[in-house]
Structure formats: C-alpha cells, structure tokens
C-alpha cells in the first residue's frame, strides 16, 4: 500500500484500512524519515517544516494508533529508528517515554526501542 506520510490524515488511513482485513500489528516499525543537508539560516520553511512532518507527526500518530491494540492483546513491540543525524535524547528521557508505555499496559509484555543505524555514504 502506498500512502504519503506527509499528510495529517494518512497514520489515521493506515490503521483503518488494516482493520476490516483483520491485520494483526505485532511489531510495528516506524522508519519513515530524511534529513537535509546545508545552512539552516538558508533552507525553504517549506523544507523545514516537511522535514517535521514526516520525522515527528507519523511516528507519534502511528504509535498512538497501534498501542491500544497492543494493549488488548497483551503484547507487542514498537521499534523507531532515528535518523543518524538526529541529537540523540538523554538517557533519561527515553526511560520516562518507555517506562509510561510499560505502565500503561500492565500485566502485558511490551519492547519499545530507538534504533541510530550508522551513516552510510
């Protein structure tokens, strides 16, 4: 299936058309991304803000999205890869995201992982 990420309602899309097939998200991957290269100062807000779109919104969405069937079963695993650009976060704050997804599924078992793939030229 091919889908635009870029667009708000396409996560939503995603979802709805696995259900009535009865698609059953065990491991979902969210790898949808890019990266520009240059002057911040010099690049199009329209780059920019595509960039953000794509990177942050769909990721989020569709995460949100497939958790509650998770959930319901049980059990599941969510793996993000980042792109090798990206400022990695602080320990920390990754716990805090994973250790409020664990909680809010008790009793199931759940992974939740960022994957930072090397650069590759």
């Known amino acids: 299936m091919a889908l635009d990420l870029t667009a708000a309602s396409a996560p939503q899309l995603l979802f709805d058309q696995l259900q009535p097939d009865g698609v059953l998200v065990e491991i979902l991957v969210n790898n949808a ?7 911040f100062a010099q690049m199009p807000e329209q780059e920019i803000l595509g960039q953000i779109q794509l ?5 989020t969405l569709l995460t ?11 059990s599941g695993k969510i793996m993000n890869v980042a792109r090798a650009h990206n400022a ?4 920390r704050a990754r716990c805090v995201s994973i250790h409020g997804i664990n909680s809010e599924g008790r009793g199931g078992t759940f992974a939740v992982a960022v994957q930072y793939p090397p650069v590759i030229r």
Do not use: D, H, T, W
């Open 33 to 39: 991304g890019y990266g520009v290269s240059g002057e």
């Open 55 to 59: 990177n942050i919104s769909p990721l």
């Open 64 to 74: 949100k999205l497939f958790l509650a069937p998770m959930f319901e079963r049980g």
């Open 88 to 91: 990695r976060p602080p320990p």
